[in-house]
Antibody, heavy 116, light 108 residues
Framework: QVQLQESGPQLVKPSETLSLTCTVS????????CSWIRQSPGKGLEWIGY???????NYNPSLKSRVTITLDTSKNHFSLKLRSVTAADTAVYFC??????????WGQGTLVTVSS | SYMLTQPPSVSVAPGTTAAITCGGD??????VHWYQQKPGQAPVLVLW???DRPSGIPERFSGSNSGNTATLTISRVEAGDEADYYC???????????FGGGTKLTVL
C-alpha cells in the first residue's frame, strides 16, 4: 500500500522560498507520476506540477516561473520549492502520486501560511 | 487553456440519486477522473477513466462521458456521501492537469 507524507515548515515569510518534501513508502517513486497540488482556504484544487522519471517535469503555467519539483530516488521522496511567496500562496499543500496522469494516492496535506 | 465547469452545489435526499456534471469542450475525447473530498481530509479518487471504480469504492458510484459533459452519478445516496466532488482531466496538448471548480453535495 503506497503511502505519502508531506513535511516542511508551516510558516514562511513573504518573498522567501516555500520548501516541502513528500516521503513515499510502499512503492518506488520511479514508478509513479509525482505531483504537488494545493488548496487555498475555502477554495478548489490547483495542480502545481509533476515529476516522473520516465517523462520529465512540467508545471502549471501560472506558477512555472517560481516552481521546482525534484525527485530523490535514493531517499524515495520528492520535493517542492516555490520561490518569492506571497500571502496568495497560503494553502494546504498535498503531494499525490499516480500510475498515470491522475492522482490515486494522496498525502494528508500540510497547511503552509505565508506571513511575516 | 482547457477549462472544466461544475455546478457549485447539488442537494438530494437520502436514498435518491445524485448527478454531478463536469463540462468541457469535447470532454468525451479525454479521460475524466473524479475525487471526493470531505472536510479536513485529502481527496480520494472515486472514479477513474470516466467510469471505473478503484478498489473499495461502492458500486453506487458510476460515471459517464459524452459530448461536452461527464457525469458522476451516486445512487442510493447516504449521509456519508456528503462532500465536495472534483472532476479532473489531463490536457495533453500542454501536458498538465486541470481540475473542475468542485461541487458540494449536500444530503438533505
Amino acid at each position: 500500500q503506497v503511502q505519502l507524507q508531506e513535511s516542511g515548515p508551516q510558516l514562511v515569510k513573504p518573498s522567501e522560498t516555500l520548501s516541502l518534501t513528500c516521503t513515499v513508502s510502499g512503492g518506488s517513486i520511479s514508478s509513479y507520476f509525482c505531483s504537488w497540488i494545493r488548496q487555498s482556504p475555502g477554495k478548489g484544487l490547483e495542480w502545481i506540477g509533476y515529476s516522473y522519471s520516465g517523462a520529465g517535469t512540467n508545471y502549471n503555467p501560472s506558477l512555472k516561473s517560481r516552481v521546482t519539483i525534484t525527485l530523490d530516488t535514493s531517499k524515495n521522496h520528492f520535493s517542492l520549492k516555490l520561490r518569492s511567496v506571497t500571502a496568495a500562496d497560503t494553502a494546504v499543500y498535498f503531494c499525490a502520486s499516480g500510475s498515470g496522469r491522475l492522482f490515486d494516492r494522496w498525502g494528508q496535506g500540510t497547511l503552509v501560511t505565508v506571513s511575516s | 487553456s482547457y477549462m472544466l465547469t461544475q455546478p457549485p452545489s447539488v442537494s438530494v435526499a437520502p436514498g435518491t440519486t445524485a448527478a454531478i456534471t463536469c463540462g468541457g469542450d469535447r470532454i468525451v475525447t479525454k479521460s475524466v477522473h473524479w475525487y471526493q473530498q470531505k472536510p479536513g481530509q485529502a481527496p480520494v479518487l472515486v472514479l477513474w477513466y470516466d467510469s471505473d471504480r478503484p478498489s473499495g469504492i461502492p458500486e453506487r458510484f458510476s460515471g459517464s462521458n459524452s459530448g461536452n459533459t461527464a457525469t458522476l452519478t451516486i445512487s442510493r445516496v447516504e449521509a456519508g456521501d456528503e462532500a465536495d466532488y472534483y472532476c479532473q482531466v489531463w490536457d495533453g496538448s500542454v501536458d498538465y492537469a486541470v481540475f473542475g471548480g468542485g461541487t458540494k453535495l449536500t444530503v438533505l
